[in-house]
């Protein structure tokens, strides 16, 4: 897995398999790029920094807590 972020255009790229592009849909904020055969290979997460920012938060409020004495 390969992952680009582009910070002028604010999209993170997600490379999940190699493959040639054959057709891609737009699911809410994310463009799916897919093969002929119907693999997903690369993913467009519009509004990279925003679904980073979140995924950060979302990771550190998941970690559990670890007391020592």
Do not use: C, N, W
Not at 3 to 26: C, F, P, W
Not at 44 to 68: R, V, W, Y
């Amino acid at each position: 897995m390969k992952m680009k972020y582009d910070r002028e255009e604010d999209i993170l790229m997600v490379e999940t398999a190699s493959g040639k592009i054959d057709h891609a849909e737009e699911m809410g904020p994310v463009i799916v790029h897919f093969t002929k055969a119907g693999k997903p290979v690369l993913l467009e997460i519009l509004d990279g920094s925003e679904f980073l920012s979140l995924a950060t938060k979302t990771s550190i409020k998941a970690q559990p807590l670890e007391l020592h004495d």
